[in-house]
Protein backbone atom coordinates (compact mmCIF):
# COMPACT_ATOMS: atom_id res chain seq x y z
CA UNK A 1 0.00 0.00 0.00
CA UNK A 2 2.90 2.26 0.72
CA UNK A 3 4.56 1.33 -1.80
CA UNK A 4 1.63 2.10 -4.20
CA UNK A 5 1.53 5.75 -2.79
CA UNK A 6 5.35 6.19 -3.16
CA UNK A 7 5.19 5.26 -6.87
CA UNK A 8 2.12 7.73 -7.50
CA UNK A 9 4.07 10.45 -5.68
CA UNK A 10 7.03 9.85 -7.81
CA UNK A 11 5.36 9.83 -10.83
CA UNK A 12 4.05 13.11 -10.72
CA UNK A 13 6.87 14.43 -8.60
CA UNK A 14 5.24 15.83 -5.36
CA UNK A 15 7.24 16.79 -2.57
CA UNK A 16 6.94 17.47 0.67
CA UNK A 17 7.66 21.20 1.07
CA UNK A 18 8.92 22.50 4.87
CA UNK A 19 7.34 19.76 6.85
CA UNK A 20 7.85 21.74 10.30
CA UNK A 21 6.36 25.41 8.82
CA UNK A 22 4.19 24.13 6.39
CA UNK A 23 5.11 27.58 4.81
CA UNK A 24 3.35 27.17 1.30
CA UNK A 25 0.57 27.31 2.93
CA UNK A 26 1.17 30.71 4.90
CA UNK A 27 -0.74 33.34 3.37
CA UNK A 28 1.63 36.11 3.39
CA UNK A 29 -0.40 39.75 2.69
CA UNK A 30 2.28 41.70 2.53
CA UNK A 31 3.78 40.12 -0.24
CA UNK A 32 0.30 40.10 -2.06
CA UNK A 33 0.04 43.71 -1.51
CA UNK A 34 3.13 44.51 -2.68
CA UNK A 35 3.05 42.70 -5.62
CA UNK A 36 -0.07 43.69 -6.51
CA UNK A 37 1.11 47.49 -6.04
CA UNK A 38 4.16 46.93 -8.62
CA UNK A 39 2.32 44.65 -11.18
CA UNK A 40 5.21 43.43 -12.82
CA UNK A 41 3.41 40.97 -15.21
CA UNK A 42 1.60 44.20 -16.75
CA UNK A 43 5.72 45.10 -18.46
CA UNK A 44 6.56 41.62 -19.00
CA UNK A 45 4.09 38.96 -20.57
CA UNK A 46 6.06 36.56 -19.77
CA UNK A 47 6.53 37.37 -15.82
CA UNK A 48 4.94 34.27 -14.33
CA UNK A 49 7.04 31.22 -14.84
CA UNK A 50 6.23 28.72 -12.18
CA UNK A 51 3.33 27.10 -10.94
CA UNK A 52 3.39 24.92 -7.83
CA UNK A 53 0.11 22.87 -6.90
CA UNK A 54 -0.60 21.18 -3.25
CA UNK A 55 -0.91 17.50 -3.63
CA UNK A 56 -5.09 17.89 -2.19
CA UNK A 57 -5.63 20.32 -4.82
CA UNK A 58 -3.98 18.13 -7.84
CA UNK A 59 -6.02 15.06 -6.54
CA UNK A 60 -9.33 17.61 -6.02
CA UNK A 61 -9.11 18.22 -9.78
CA UNK A 62 -8.00 15.05 -11.05
CA UNK A 63 -11.01 12.96 -9.76
CA UNK A 64 -13.07 16.05 -10.52
CA UNK A 65 -11.93 15.50 -14.39
CA UNK A 66 -12.43 11.64 -14.04
CA UNK A 67 -16.11 12.24 -12.91
CA UNK A 68 -16.94 14.27 -16.10
CA UNK A 69 -16.42 10.90 -18.08
CA UNK A 70 -16.43 12.30 -21.69
CA UNK A 71 -17.75 15.84 -20.98
CA UNK A 72 -15.99 18.57 -20.05
CA UNK A 73 -15.96 19.90 -16.23
CA UNK A 74 -14.64 23.08 -14.66
CA UNK A 75 -13.36 24.40 -11.34
CA UNK A 76 -11.27 27.29 -9.45
CA UNK A 77 -7.84 27.00 -7.82
CA UNK A 78 -7.16 29.13 -4.90
CA UNK A 79 -4.16 30.04 -3.35
CA UNK A 80 -1.67 33.52 -4.18
CA UNK A 81 1.17 34.71 -6.59
CA UNK A 82 4.87 34.96 -5.34
CA UNK A 83 7.49 36.33 -7.33
CA UNK A 84 7.17 34.42 -10.83
CA UNK A 85 5.01 32.24 -9.18
CA UNK A 86 1.77 30.94 -8.66
CA UNK A 87 0.66 28.68 -5.19
CA UNK A 88 -2.20 26.72 -5.16
CA UNK A 89 -3.31 25.60 -2.58
CA UNK A 90 -6.99 23.98 -2.92
CA UNK A 91 -9.43 23.82 -5.71
CA UNK A 92 -13.39 23.44 -5.95
CA UNK A 93 -15.76 22.87 -8.36
CA UNK A 94 -18.25 25.31 -10.08
CA UNK A 95 -21.68 23.95 -10.97
CA UNK A 96 -21.43 24.75 -14.87
CA UNK A 97 -22.86 22.90 -17.87
CA UNK A 98 -20.41 20.82 -19.96
CA UNK A 99 -20.06 19.41 -23.09
CA UNK A 100 -17.78 17.24 -25.48
CA UNK A 101 -15.72 20.60 -26.34
CA UNK A 102 -16.50 23.11 -23.81
CA UNK A 103 -17.75 23.95 -20.61
CA UNK A 104 -20.60 27.40 -20.45
CA UNK A 105 -19.92 29.00 -17.19
CA UNK A 106 -23.60 30.85 -16.11
CA UNK A 107 -24.52 33.16 -13.50
CA UNK A 108 -24.82 30.25 -11.02
CA UNK A 109 -21.47 29.48 -11.50
CA UNK A 110 -20.20 33.18 -10.64
CA UNK A 111 -23.03 33.50 -7.60
CA UNK A 112 -21.06 30.26 -6.05
CA UNK A 113 -17.62 31.24 -6.76
CA UNK A 114 -18.48 34.70 -4.70
CA UNK A 115 -20.43 32.69 -1.86
CA UNK A 116 -17.52 30.14 -1.76
CA UNK A 117 -14.86 32.60 -1.49
CA UNK A 118 -16.59 34.73 0.88
CA UNK A 119 -17.33 31.48 3.39
CA UNK A 120 -13.91 30.87 3.19
CA UNK A 121 -12.58 34.41 4.21
CA UNK A 122 -14.91 34.00 6.96
CA UNK A 123 -13.70 30.90 7.79
CA UNK A 124 -9.97 33.17 7.84
CA UNK A 125 -8.90 31.57 4.62
CA UNK A 126 -7.39 34.89 2.59
CA UNK A 127 -6.73 32.69 -0.37
CA UNK A 128 -7.51 34.30 -3.19
CA UNK A 129 -9.02 32.80 -6.36
CA UNK A 130 -5.67 32.10 -8.31
CA UNK A 131 -7.06 30.78 -11.82
CA UNK A 132 -9.70 28.17 -13.64
CA UNK A 133 -9.30 24.31 -14.53
CA UNK A 134 -10.91 22.60 -16.77
CA UNK A 135 -10.62 18.90 -18.83
CA UNK A 136 -10.06 18.01 -22.29
CA UNK A 137 -10.69 14.54 -22.05
CA UNK A 138 -8.46 12.36 -24.32
CA UNK A 139 -7.17 15.14 -26.73
CA UNK A 140 -4.58 16.77 -24.32
CA UNK A 141 -3.62 19.59 -22.54
CA UNK A 142 -3.78 22.84 -24.33
CA UNK A 143 -6.29 25.99 -24.92
CA UNK A 144 -8.49 25.87 -27.77
CA UNK A 145 -10.24 29.17 -29.13
CA UNK A 146 -12.31 29.28 -26.48
CA UNK A 147 -10.35 29.01 -23.54
CA UNK A 148 -7.55 31.69 -24.89
CA UNK A 149 -10.93 34.10 -25.32
CA UNK A 150 -11.92 32.97 -21.24
CA UNK A 151 -8.43 33.02 -20.01
CA UNK A 152 -7.81 36.85 -21.47
CA UNK A 153 -10.77 38.02 -20.04
CA UNK A 154 -9.90 36.70 -16.30
CA UNK A 155 -6.06 37.79 -17.11
CA UNK A 156 -7.83 41.46 -17.19
CA UNK A 157 -8.67 41.27 -13.81
CA UNK A 158 -5.54 40.54 -12.37
CA UNK A 159 -2.82 37.62 -12.31
CA UNK A 160 -4.86 34.22 -13.35
CA UNK A 161 -4.36 31.14 -14.35
CA UNK A 162 -5.68 28.48 -16.91
CA UNK A 163 -5.05 24.38 -16.03
CA UNK A 164 -6.36 22.20 -18.18
CA UNK A 165 -6.37 18.43 -17.34
CA UNK A 166 -7.15 15.02 -19.46
CA UNK A 167 -8.45 12.56 -17.49
CA UNK A 168 -8.18 9.62 -20.18
CA UNK A 169 -4.40 10.06 -20.52
CA UNK A 170 -3.73 10.27 -17.00
CA UNK A 171 -5.21 6.87 -16.70
CA UNK A 172 -3.47 5.46 -19.97
CA UNK A 173 -0.19 7.33 -18.71
CA UNK A 174 -0.50 6.56 -15.01
CA UNK A 175 0.60 10.24 -14.22
CA UNK A 176 -1.37 13.59 -13.91
CA UNK A 177 -1.59 14.82 -17.44
CA UNK A 178 -1.80 18.31 -16.88
CA UNK A 179 -0.86 22.00 -18.53
CA UNK A 180 -0.71 25.40 -16.98
CA UNK A 181 -1.39 28.10 -19.37
CA UNK A 182 -1.34 32.17 -19.68
CA UNK A 183 -2.42 33.75 -22.47
CA UNK A 184 -0.79 37.14 -24.17
CA UNK A 185 -2.10 40.31 -24.13
CA UNK A 186 -4.11 40.98 -27.70
CA UNK A 187 -1.18 43.24 -29.38
CA UNK A 188 2.12 41.09 -28.25
CA UNK A 189 3.66 39.55 -30.66
CA UNK A 190 5.51 36.26 -28.75
CA UNK A 191 9.71 36.26 -29.15
CA UNK A 192 9.36 32.16 -29.49
CA UNK A 193 6.84 29.74 -31.51
CA UNK A 194 3.81 28.66 -29.52
CA UNK A 195 4.70 25.32 -27.71
CA UNK A 196 8.48 25.50 -29.06
CA UNK A 197 9.84 24.40 -25.52
CA UNK A 198 6.02 21.86 -24.63
CA UNK A 199 6.47 18.08 -24.66
CA UNK A 200 5.61 16.42 -27.29
CA UNK A 201 1.81 15.46 -27.40
CA UNK A 202 -0.80 13.68 -30.04
CA UNK A 203 -3.45 16.02 -30.88
CA UNK A 204 -6.43 14.04 -32.39
CA UNK A 205 -7.36 15.25 -36.14
CA UNK A 206 -10.46 16.69 -35.25
CA UNK A 207 -8.58 18.76 -32.70
CA UNK A 208 -5.64 19.59 -34.65
CA UNK A 209 -6.37 22.79 -36.33
CA UNK A 210 -7.83 24.64 -33.04
CA UNK A 211 -4.86 23.36 -31.49
CA UNK A 212 -2.33 25.16 -34.07
CA UNK A 213 -4.87 27.90 -35.14
CA UNK A 214 -4.41 29.49 -31.32
CA UNK A 215 -0.64 27.88 -30.64
CA UNK A 216 0.95 31.41 -30.32
CA UNK A 217 -1.42 33.41 -28.46
CA UNK A 218 -0.49 31.68 -25.20
CA UNK A 219 2.66 30.25 -23.50
CA UNK A 220 2.66 27.43 -20.75
CA UNK A 221 4.02 27.39 -17.26
CA UNK A 222 6.26 24.79 -15.42
CA UNK A 223 4.13 23.14 -13.23
CA UNK A 224 5.87 21.79 -10.03
CA UNK A 225 3.54 19.80 -7.25
CA UNK A 226 4.00 19.94 -3.38
CA UNK A 227 2.27 18.33 -0.07
CA UNK A 228 2.00 19.29 3.29
CA UNK A 229 2.50 17.46 6.86
CA UNK A 230 -1.77 17.44 6.52
CA UNK A 231 -1.42 16.76 2.98
CA UNK A 232 0.37 13.96 3.55
CA UNK A 233 -2.12 12.37 6.59
CA UNK A 234 -4.79 12.55 3.85
CA UNK A 235 -3.56 10.91 1.13
CA UNK A 236 -2.69 7.94 4.09
CA UNK A 237 -5.96 7.98 4.46
CA UNK A 238 -6.98 8.09 1.22
CA UNK A 239 -4.76 5.26 0.37
CA UNK A 240 -5.46 3.14 3.37
CA UNK A 241 -8.86 3.44 2.36
CA UNK A 242 -8.99 2.66 -1.61
CA UNK A 243 -5.27 0.87 -1.88
CA UNK A 244 -6.98 -2.27 -2.62
CA UNK A 245 -8.50 -1.19 -5.39
CA UNK A 246 -6.06 0.86 -6.78
CA UNK A 247 -4.20 -2.61 -6.51
CA UNK A 248 -6.18 -4.54 -8.39
CA UNK A 249 -7.65 -2.60 -11.22
CA UNK A 250 -6.37 -2.96 -14.69
CA UNK A 251 -4.89 0.36 -16.40
CA UNK A 252 -5.57 -1.26 -20.13
CA UNK A 253 -9.47 -1.90 -18.78
CA UNK A 254 -10.10 1.13 -17.10
CA UNK A 255 -8.24 3.32 -20.45
CA UNK A 256 -9.75 0.54 -23.13
CA UNK A 257 -12.43 3.35 -24.24
CA UNK A 258 -9.25 5.89 -24.86
CA UNK A 259 -6.93 3.15 -26.55
CA UNK A 260 -9.27 2.15 -29.14
CA UNK A 261 -9.98 6.05 -30.00
CA UNK A 262 -6.17 6.56 -29.93
CA UNK A 263 -5.50 3.40 -32.65
CA UNK A 264 -8.53 5.09 -34.66
CA UNK A 265 -7.14 8.56 -35.03
CA UNK A 266 -3.70 7.02 -35.55
CA UNK A 267 -5.01 4.96 -38.29
CA UNK A 268 -6.84 8.34 -39.94
CA UNK A 269 -3.19 10.18 -39.20
CA UNK A 270 -1.86 7.44 -40.96
CA UNK A 271 -4.19 7.43 -44.29
CA UNK A 272 -3.26 11.44 -44.37
CA UNK A 273 -0.10 10.87 -44.39
CA UNK A 274 -0.10 8.31 -47.00
CA UNK A 275 -2.19 11.03 -49.00
CA UNK A 276 0.24 13.45 -48.70
CA UNK A 277 3.34 11.70 -49.49
CA UNK A 278 1.43 10.20 -52.78
CA UNK A 279 0.42 13.56 -54.15
CA UNK A 280 2.90 15.99 -53.03
CA UNK A 281 5.68 17.26 -55.43
CA UNK A 282 8.64 14.49 -55.29
CA UNK A 283 11.53 17.09 -56.08
CA UNK A 284 10.90 19.76 -53.86
CA UNK A 285 13.08 19.67 -50.38
CA UNK A 286 10.49 21.88 -48.79
CA UNK A 287 7.89 18.93 -49.24
CA UNK A 288 10.17 16.75 -48.33
CA UNK A 289 10.64 17.79 -45.31
CA UNK A 290 7.12 18.59 -44.36
CA UNK A 291 6.25 15.32 -45.32
CA UNK A 292 9.24 13.58 -43.45
CA UNK A 293 8.01 16.39 -40.08
CA UNK A 294 4.29 14.63 -40.66
CA UNK A 295 5.36 10.93 -40.82
CA UNK A 296 7.61 11.79 -37.81
CA UNK A 297 4.44 13.03 -36.02
CA UNK A 298 2.52 9.51 -36.96
CA UNK A 299 5.57 7.82 -35.60
CA UNK A 300 5.52 9.33 -32.27
CA UNK A 301 2.21 8.73 -31.93
CA UNK A 302 2.18 4.93 -32.05
CA UNK A 303 4.93 4.96 -29.80
CA UNK A 304 3.38 6.85 -27.34
CA UNK A 305 0.38 4.18 -27.95
CA UNK A 306 2.86 1.20 -27.72
CA UNK A 307 4.74 2.38 -24.72
CA UNK A 308 1.68 2.79 -22.78
CA UNK A 309 0.60 0.00 -23.60
CA UNK A 310 3.40 -2.09 -22.94
CA UNK A 311 3.63 -0.05 -19.56
CA UNK A 312 -0.30 -1.72 -18.72
CA UNK A 313 0.66 -4.85 -20.09
CA UNK A 314 3.69 -4.98 -17.76
CA UNK A 315 1.75 -3.68 -15.35
CA UNK A 316 -0.52 -6.57 -15.16
CA UNK A 317 1.87 -9.37 -14.98
CA UNK A 318 3.83 -7.82 -12.23
CA UNK A 319 0.21 -8.00 -10.41
CA UNK A 320 -0.29 -11.67 -11.62
CA UNK A 321 3.33 -12.82 -10.68
CA UNK A 322 2.25 -11.02 -7.31
CA UNK A 323 -0.86 -12.78 -6.46
CA UNK A 324 0.58 -16.38 -8.21
CA UNK A 325 3.77 -16.37 -5.63
CA UNK A 326 1.25 -15.23 -2.83
CA UNK A 327 -1.44 -18.33 -3.63
CA UNK A 328 1.67 -20.75 -3.98
CA UNK A 329 3.03 -19.99 -0.43
CA UNK A 330 2.42 -23.12 1.12
CA UNK A 331 0.01 -22.67 3.74
CA UNK A 332 0.33 -23.20 7.77
CA UNK A 333 -0.67 -26.26 8.98
CA UNK A 334 -3.05 -26.31 11.87
Request: glycine share 2%.
Given at each position: MQAA?????????IKVFDPQRDA???????????????????NDPYYFKYVRISASALL???????SGGSLEVMGLMQGYILPETFVVTDAFRLPVEGT???????????????SYLQSCRDAGRMDNAVGWYHSHPGYGCWLSGIDVATQMTQQLTGPFLAVVIDPDRTISAGRVEIGSFR???????????GHED??????????????????NQYYSLETTHFKSTLDSDILSLLWNKYWVATLSQSPLFTSRDFGSKQMTDLSQKVRSATRQIENGAPRSSGAA?????????VVRGGQRIVSEEVKGLLASEIKMKLFQNIDDKPKPEF
Open positions: QQSWELENALYKYDKAVQDTLNAQRPWAKMVMHARETRVNAQDEANEYMVTFPQDFVPTREDDYQTIPMGKAEDFGAHAAAKDKQLDK
